[in-house]
């Protein structure tokens, strides 16, 4: 790997987006950023990226690959075939009958079917709010994350859920409260398929049906330190015009569950270039305004970090659709890790950003996607 420049030096951030069975490929990511010896000191997650933000926060550094793949290997084994179908159309309809089998009988150490189903509780049951039993993940979580290590602060953990009662957006963050299993299922429970988690008596699901990344939560954090932010999404916003009904489905859910990456970005730019004014105003005062008793706020506004956000984004193969969410077979489970590796490498080895000297202000990064620097 190259050597690492200023930018590389911040205070480096993992923010990882949520995707279901997608999430493999941030696995991917983890270990070839951690091979590079560019370990995160804050992770921040919604849904599997809470369950994967769990599993780095929540174990010494040299155990963390090992309990991520302990993970998914684990997830992955309900369909453990290794050996890819021989053509893209086969392996568009392996993918389908993988995702209906775990539609059927769910994911090992992660979700179950409710037996009975849901319409047989009465309205108001707990069991009667979800298509699955979740249980299997709060046993998983407890047997590969260390909770106490997590509580201890040694590497930030943000996630973020939604409120049922309000629909309010909610972040669970080490840094300012105690964090349990709950709180990383909270993350993932998506409606209706996972039922919502109690914690201090109210309700969440799912943070992806707000905002499926953590990306804006930490740019919003007041941390004085530059960041150096790699964002890891599972869905790509931009793709090409469907021709079908499945394909016009797998598309609105890229679009639905897509960050909010360019919109947080293009919002930071303009307050960098607001900042960047006052504080050139704020220089400028003539000394009478030296006893104005708003100059000190003006003057806290007008200071400014740099932001670097590296944009890795998995981009979907021809053959996967609709259901490569929930398509949780050992073969593209593998595919996806592999994925992840392959677009760290990639980004590692671009010049665009190592050589990239601290300033003020956001810049963002894609650089695995045509070949060709993106760069705002």
């Known amino acids: 790997m190259p050597k690492t420049t200023a930018a590389a030096e911040s205070e480096r951030v993992l923010v990882l987006q949520g995707g279901g069975a997608l999430g493999s490929y941030q696995g991917g990511v983890f270990e070839a950023l951690d091979a590079a010896g560019l370990r995160p000191g804050w992770v921040a997650g919604i849904s599997i990226g809470a369950i994967n933000a769990a599993l780095i926060a929540g174990n010494p550094p040299e155990r963390r690959l090992e309990r991520m793949q302990a993970f998914w290997d684990r997830v992955s084994s309900a369909v453990p075939v290794t050996e890819a179908a021989p053509t893209d159309t086969l392996r568009a309809i392996w993918n389908e009958v993988s995702a209906g089998w775990i539609a059927a009988f769910g994911v090992p150490g992660m979700f179950k079917p409710r037996i009975p189903p849901a319409v047989m509780y009465p309205p108001g049951a707990a069991q009667a709010l979800s298509v699955y039993d979740t249980s299997p993940l709060r046993a998983t979580l407890e047997e590969l994350v260390d909770f106490d290590r997590i509580n201890a602060g040694e590497t930030r953990l943000s996630v973020g859920a939604v409120n049922v009662r309000t629909g309010n957006f909610a972040y669970f963050d080490n840094a300012k409260q105690k964090i349990g299993p709950q709180h990383i299922m909270a993350s993932g429970a998506l409606p209706p398929g996972f ?19 953590p990306l804006q939560y930490v740019l919003d954090e007041e941390t004085p330190a530059d960041l150096l932010i790699f964002q890891v999404d599972l869905f790509s916003a931009r793709g090409e015009l469907p021709k079908t009904l499945l394909e016009a489905a797998e598309r609105e859910k890229d679009i639905r569950f897509s960050s909010r990456t360019r919109l947080n970005t293009d919002l930071n730019l303009k307050l960098h270039r607001t900042r960047a004014a006052l504080s050139a105003l704020l220089e400028r005062l003539p000394n009478e305004f030296a006893g104005f008793d708003g100059l000190q706020l003006l003057r806290d506004f007008a200071h ?10 998995y981009r979907s193969k021809i053959y996967e659709g609709n259901s490569k969410d929930y398509e949780f077979s050992r073969v593209t489970m593998q595919e996806h890790w592999a994925a992840g590796r392959a677009d760290v490498t990639t980004t590692l080895n671009h010049p665009a950003w190592l050589n990239r000297p601290l300033t003020d202000g956001t810049v963002t990064y894609d650089l695995t996607g045509d070949g060709r620097p993106a760069i705002s």
């Open 195 to 213: 039922p919502p988690i109690e914690i201090d008596g109210e309700h969440y699901w799912d943070g992806g049906i707000v905002s499926n990344t």
């Open 304 to 313: 400014e970090r740099a932001v670097t956000v590296v944009q890795l984004i």
